[in-house]
């Protein structure tokens, strides 16, 4: 099946829905699709407390806020697995069922964060396994938790936490930590904050559906740990298969735009958490999004025949 748009938005996480509402308040004739339920991460979150507007809401509940506002509009949504992208004068987005040709595309596939692997893992994201110190820490204010990781991000949330919670558990599978001295330096002066080097997490513990204890491989030995929280900065996997067969420029496997979105091809822009920048957050995904439909609106503009 063949169909034609002016602009195809992949990807309906918060970054996506906020492109195609945008433009379709432009009256751009725009496709939003999907390849699993609308919302993206933030829906695997129970608590969302540093978006304005609201105190407190649970990920779900805002995700289904602005896909309401998607359909309010009447934007075209399909369910569709993008699988590869072909940069022709026109924009062919191949699914596995449609062939779907756009003046313009606007790349909003997010990211994941890469699990540990272990068995209940899944179950326990948001009650007690997080991924964002800085969307979750304050859930455990006074309580013990573990960071698992070694590099940057880890010892950074871990600094951040270690002003939250009474201590924080740095689990790391090596023998040197990979994040910067200065960072590690700053890390090791800090009396709540406790490093296990050699660890490896072997197992959860939960009660109630959550997080309780965690089992840990240290230098060998069988380790128990009590805590509530445990966040994970092993590194983030942006899916790039749909982009192996464009010459799109990449930094680390995030896709590299200049300020109006636009990526190194003519006519693709990208936004939200699939981008290489310095801040993963809701506020900073749908700025994006916003910004990448506009400069998505002049380039239609500028390029019409
Ligand atoms: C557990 C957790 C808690 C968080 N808490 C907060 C918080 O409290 N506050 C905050 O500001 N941020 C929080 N974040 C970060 C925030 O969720 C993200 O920054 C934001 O949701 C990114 O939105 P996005 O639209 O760029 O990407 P995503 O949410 O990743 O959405 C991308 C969408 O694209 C779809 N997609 C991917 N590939 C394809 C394809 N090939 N074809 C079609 N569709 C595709 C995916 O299914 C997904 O729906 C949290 C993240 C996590 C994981």
Known sequence: MKSYFDCVVIGAGVAGMTSAIYLKRYNINVLLLEKSAPGGQITKTPKVENYPGFTSIDGASLALSIYEQVNNLGIEYRYGNVLKIENKEEKIIYTETEEIHAKAVIIATGRKPRKLGLENENQLVGRGISWCATCDGMFYKDKEVAVVGGGNSALEESLFLSTICKKVHILYRGENLRADLSLQEKVKQISNIEIHYNTIVTKLNEENNVLKEIL?????????????????????????????????????????????????????????????????????AIGEGSLAAYHVKNYLYENDD
């Open 216 to 284: 840990v491989l240290e230098n060998g030995a069988e380790n128990k740990l009590s805590v509530d929280g445990m966040f994970i900065y092993i590194g983030f996997e942006p899916d790039t298969k749909i982009f192996e067969d464009l010459d799109i420029k990449l930094d680390n496997d995030y896709i590299v735009v200049n300020n109006h979105m636009e990526t190194s091809l003519k006519g693709i822009f990208a936004c939200g958490d699939i981008i290489k920048k310095d801040l993963y957050q809701l506020t900073t």
